[in-house]
């Protein structure tokens, strides 16, 4: 078997848990399989580099932030191979430019182009442990890049595609991916099975587990993923195609607070002005969610919709620097609101489950405010103080039963 | 002008510092110039990092040490690109992979092989300040390599050579090359210009300005070089072929402490004893220095030399095991002597020298235990706590007068 497995830094942050990471691969290793390993940086290394590039530069070149970033996944690994070392099994730590990843050129979120494999190959021949730097690439130029956030869960699944992995674990501080965040819903179940469908869902609505665009990419080359925890041995949640079992109705409830929304108010009920509000807006490259659109009075009509917390106040500023332009009488913003969503595969031959949903939350008291559905997820915007009690409802009334 | 200017780590050790080496390099971009900026890694990380590596593995693989280690320097140049550009002048770090610095494979001592000049021209064509990894290669592994201590000296001697720099710059945190060493000899003048030969017999015996390999392969390629202070704008010394002012006698006296005599006595006087001898300590890697051998009694003879204090220890061991194969009687060690050493091009054409260097030291009361001489250079071993007294008779009577 090969396999591929991968540690981010809280579980990499100090000797004693590199040690701990070098024993669970070496553990695989002496079981006869080719084991390659992905590490982030150690703990809050990423952050220290990042804060120091401000003090430096409050604007630094992205190229020289990635630059100084990607000395940290390279301590992280030699670190480990000195640890494994230690434990007797031969290892090599690789780099970027040893396995020539290539990625765009977009420092800071750069994409994956081609990976070789040959050093990695010759090395798993000489049966050593192979541990590669995540969260980093090089580009065109021969710059290193990095990933963006999440990046070495992405890195892990490229390596896993391209060497056409048995198993892709990807390793984290809890034990896979659960029906709602446990520590609001402490009845919460650890889900073990679910499609990449579903996990793209959860993971943009606020399931910090795995790293959208790792999941898009093992969606894409049918890699099948382990999320599983470092600090035991317990089994963790697969993410694959299908799911054996019989699709769940709803398989986790998702909530997001980092949303604001947004209301243009009486609009001409013309052609082209949702274009011209939603065009303005992707020019900034401020993304539009949830969109409602309503009828308004005196052949006027409403627009509404969600954008991320941080780009309300600009989202504002450019609506009312064009107000003339898209014939707005009034914008507001309301950034105490938060999204609940029911995720499930099960859902698009099931189509009882939006009125179960706002029973649910109409017992609880909570005032619906927006609704978006896609083929496998129902989200509601309601207010940011009963987002918990919200969360708590919809879970009862789905995965208690 | 093409300028190449190396600071090392003390002067990078913080935000303070890499702004003043900023300003510096910036200073000569202004006024038209190319410039190329050798770094070191920061203050004490190359120790730091050690340290770390033994703390995970008490006998780390060196290759992994140096994939480690490569970090500091990768750190050091980015954040001086973040100053540069908040100082506004563009720049660009380059790492080993970057500009393909080849070295040969041995880890923790490596050898530049070649160095491609391609991408550093090709910045410098787009007026940006080039700043590089100094003390890194790569070897025919694209493995990462490091030079040795002072290799940060070496590569900026080894991109002066292949970009045909106009000037070799090398600071420091002294002035320049001192006559002797200022701490010990407060009347130390500094040296205005010096041979290659003088430099190498001076760095050799402890003057720590400039490492050694650094000034070879500045004789051998032509770069002259000018040591100078990071801290003002002295002017420093420049280190070239053939200084222009008639040779000095003596430039420069040296001492070093690092050394022990070992007396091998009463091997039998017959051919071969001493090559069996040094053909044991060179097999275990043990540099011989000053060799002196006497007629002993009865047909026999006695041999000293002298080794670098941390082998003294090894190389008695050794011997004593061979004893009877080296017909050795009996071997002693002292530990407790230094070697003085005066050192200047002007010697070759005055045979004078010598005695006058015996003569202040006789005046001085300080008895000479070994002589060693080489074209340019008379070095005497006495007891270790003359050294002080003796460098200064020694300075008094060549450089005062």
């Known amino acids: 078997m090969l396999i591929v497995k991968k540690f981010g830094g809280s579980s990499v942050a100090d000797k004693e848990h590199i040690y701990n990471v070098a024993k669970r691969c070496i553990e695989d290793y002496q079981k006869g399989n080719d084991v390659v390993v992905v590490l982030s940086a150690m703990g809050k290394t990423t952050d220290r580099l990042l804060e120091m590039a401000k003090d430096f530069n409050p604007n630094p070149s992205k190229r020289e932030v990635d630059m100084l970033l990607a000395t940290g996944e390279q301590t992280s690994t030699a670190l480990m191979s000195m640890a494994m070392g230690a434990l007797g099994v031969p290892s090599v730590s690789l780099n970027a430019f040893q396995i020539t990843m290539h990625t765009s050129s977009r420092y800071g979120n750069a994409r994956f182009k081609k990976i070789d494999t040959q050093r990695i190959r010759h090395e798993l021949e000489n049966r050593k442990i192979v541990i590669v730097t995540g969260f980093q690439g090089i580009n065109k130029y021969d710059d290193l890049t990095t990933l963006g956030r999440g990046g070495s869960d992405t890195t892990a699944v490229a390596l896993a595609a391209v060497l056409h992995a048995d198993s892709c674990e990807i390793y984290t501080d809890v034990e896979g991916v659960y029906t709602a965040d446990p520590r609001i819903v402490p009845n919460a179940k650890k889900i073990p099975e679910i499609t990449y469908d579903e996990m793209l869902e959860l993971a943009t609505l606020g399931a910090k587990v795995l790293h959208n665009r790792s999941v898009e990419m093992a969606k894409k080359y049918g890699v099948q993923l382990v999320v599983r925890s470092s600090l035991n041995n317990a089994e963790g949640t697969i993410v694959k195609e299908e799911t054996d079992m019989e699709s769940m109705l709803v398989s986790g409830v998702a909530i997001d607070k980092n949303t604001a ?19 303005l807006l992707a020019r900034k490259n401020i993304n539009v969610d949830v969109i ?68 649910a939350l109409y017992n609880a008291g909570i005032n619906i405010r927006m609704i978006a559905t896609s083929e496998i997820r129902i989200t509601v915007l309601i207010n940011e103080e009963d987002v918990e009690k919200a969360m708590r409802a919809v879970h009862d009334q789905f995965i208690e039963d």
């Open 261 to 279: 929304r947004i209301a243009v108010f009486g609009v001409k009920d013309t052609p082209g002005i949702a274009f011209k509000i939603f065009d």
């Open 292 to 359: 409602l659109q309503s009828i308004g009075r005196e052949g006027t009509k409403d627009i509404s919709f969600t954008v991320a917390r941080d780009d309300a106040e600009e989202t504002v500023a450019i609506l009312e620097e064009h107000k003339s332009r898209i014939t707005a009488k009034r914008i507001e913003m309301n950034d105490t609101v938060a999204k609940v969503s029911v995720v499930g595969a099960g859902m698009q031959s099931n189509p009882g489950v939006a009125s179960r949903m706002f029973e």
